[in-house]
């Protein structure tokens, strides 16, 4: 299981991509118990180059309406994270991309945070996302941790994060850094204003060590082609979920939408 | 044993700050000035003025002559009911508001539950002319509708939540929320000893007036120096912790915390989180938590809204590990029981909230020179629905 430590899918994308990097956040368990590795698959074979897949919380305050109905909707299907576990038996080998959790921290704290990173290096789960660990309780219990079992870390930064705070979380991050582009939660469709364009510009003239993937916001092919010009990246969320929501045929909707955002792929 | 917060901001294992990336910077700079600015002499004096002239503190520790006859020990009742708005709610209000000016803030958001923190914040917004938004449940919008004409009236805006569970637990979700998309204008007065570090100390501080006052009128108004023991109701905990505050290191003085059973604690439909919960992550804060084994925050229930909250203050849940602190809890019907009892006794209407640590009082182990205080957080004109309606009940059997 510690193979994972070697080579990592995360680390190897960034060294290869050649243009900007796809990526996308499905919640686990939507929109049927059962579709969270068909979307997964729906979204490699569409092109998506990684996959963040959310694990559902019962208040994730940091979210929009369309990830609060997902994560509801997953939760009245019966997601758990021991189901979720199951599910991922079958993620290796048919999905190739890197897939990172993403969640609260509150039902990892439950399910024990080591027990938890031995699932997902068991599973094949290449980092994690935790947007509501501390920094410090990272340093100090679950940095080590996560290397045992070879999982990349990934850090949020946001336009109000100070220089000197961008720089300890950058040194800390061993996936990426996910740029919050906008003092938002989850699901807001905003134009790359000025203000964001010079966010960009300050977060590039960093040069930071770590791969910039930017998040919140993007919606469609111009948001994500303005908001990623500076940076390795971009991640969408509810604009997919919103697809999902109303989709009959998953595998070509998913294509579609993927296609409407980068039509190369 | 210390029972307050350390450096770090957490009381032994509970506490702390566990939030998104967005709100590291409003917490963060709450963190570095709370304690500087609350104890400069200039915000001091303005504090104490607008208690005093505005809120009208002292409150009475006032001897509840009949109830004490019928349960057997001298009962002293910390009456917050008389506060300015009709709460305790308001000694936070008004120091978080002057905090958010010296913050230099234009915007208030709060989250409320039986509406009486709505209400303070509403106020004290009112009277610092600064714009507020309040986050309410649907459902508390309607089982404390007075509140929210009273908010109105006084300016605010009453945001209705219809996410979750639609109650206190979905407000203060929603108004995290807003903080999130409004980081630099805006300040959030929580307004229960609950949330992110600074949160449960600062409202402590701000809420220890209660206790403060308990020390000085017990010995000068009656022959005791020191009460036995003090009692007041938990949801998450704000009128409590200032009651117990500054007797926690006094271990003599016996500290209970009353929780809300709801329909029983093992009916599956409680508040009792000290009783029921599990260490857990809500809010921004570890704390005991209601959840399930996966880690989902469970619906609490009670029918008092100011109570019916899954978590509690991070400082209670250290109070109850270490033992300093008691928690019992009593029950929806216990509740309205005790408050139709303290009117009729003493011509009282207490809140529901309340009512739960009246309800406690015939339990209570206490001899006849043995002091009992306590904390009347708030009147009852808000719940005389749910009163109105237990009394017809009880007339048709």
Known sequence: ????????????????????????????????????????????????????????????????????????????????????????????????????????????????????????????????????????????????????????????????????????????????????????????????????????????????????MVGFGIHDRLSFEDSTALLRGGILGSALLQALEKSNDIESDVRAFVHAIRSDS | MNYNVDTRGFFGSFGGAYIPEMLVPNIAELQACYREVIEEAAFQSEFQQLLRDYVGRPTPLYPARRLSEKLGYPLFLKREDLNHTGAHKINNAVGQILLAQRLGKRRIIAETGAGQHGVATATVCALMGIECVVYMGEIDMHRQAPNVQRMQMLGATVRAVTSGSRVLKDAANEAMRDWIANPEDTHYIIGSAVGPHPYPDMVMRFQSVISEEIRWQL????????????????????????????????????????????????????????????????????????????????????????????????????????????????????????????????????????????????????????????CLSGRGDKDMAAYSEHHRKEMSF
């Not at chain 1, 509501?132 to 045992?148: G, H, T, V």
């Not at chain 2, 029983?264 to 084994?293: C, K, N, P």
């Not at chain 2, 003493?346 to 739960?356: D, K, N, R, V």
Request: charged share 20%; net charge negative.
């Open chain 1, 1 to 212: 299981m510690r193979s994972n430590a070697l080579c990592n899918r995360i680390g190897d994308l960034f060294e290869k991509a050649e243009g900007k990097v796809l990526s996308m956040f499905t919640t686990a368990g939507y929109p049927q118990l059962d579709d969270t590795l068909r979307v997964c698959k729906a979204l490699q074979d569409a092109g998506v180059e990684m996959i963040e897949l959310g694990f559902p919380f019962s208040d994730p305050l940091a979210d929009g309406p369309t990830i609060q109905r997902s994560n509801e909707r997953a939760l009245q299907n019966g997601m758990s994270l021991s189901v979720l576990f199951e599910q991922l038996q079958g993620l290796r080998p048919a999905i190739r991309v890197p897939v990172l959790l993403m969640g609260y921290l509150n039902p990892v704290l439950q399910y024990g945070p080591e027990r938890f990173c031995a699932s997902c290096a068991e599973v094949g789960i290449d980092g994690l996302i935790l947007p509501d660990l501390p920094i410090d309780e990272y340093c100090e219990r679950y940095q080590s941790m996560f290397a045992d079992y070879g999982l990349r870390s990934v850090f949020l930064i946001t336009p109000q994060t100070p220089p000197e705070r961008i720089r300890r979380l950058d040194g800390l991050a061993t996936g990426f850094l996910y740029v919050v582009s906008v003092a938002s939660v989850t699901g807001s469709k905003l134009a790359v204003d000025d203000s964001r364009k010079q966010y960009f510009q300050r977060i590039h003239e960093m040069k930071l060590s770590s791969p910039t």
């Open chain 2, 219 to 374: 010995p000068a108004q009656t022959p005791y120096t020191l009460p036995h023991s003090i009692i007041a109701c938990v949801g998450g905990g704000s009128n409590a912790i200032g009651a117990f505050a500054r007797f926690l290191d006094t271990p003599e003085v016996a500290l209970i915390g009353v929780e809300a059973a709801g329909k029983g604690l093992d009916s599956g439909e409680t508040a009792a989180t000290i009783a029921r919960g599990r260490e857990g992550v809500l809010h921004g804060s570890r704390t005991l938590v209601m959840q399930t084994s996966d880690g989902q925050i469970t619906e609490a229930h009670s029918i008092s809204a100011g109570l019916d909250y899954p978590g509690v203050g991070p400082q209670h849940a250290h109070l109850a590990r270490t033992g300093r602190a008691r928690y019992v809890s009593a029950t929806d019907e216990q509740a309205l029981a005790a408050a139709h009892e303290l009117a009729r006794l003493e011509g009282i209407i207490p809140a529901l909230e309340t009512a739960h640590a009246l309800a406690y009082l015939a339990q209570h182990d206490a001899g006849p020179d043995e002091p009992v205080v306590l």
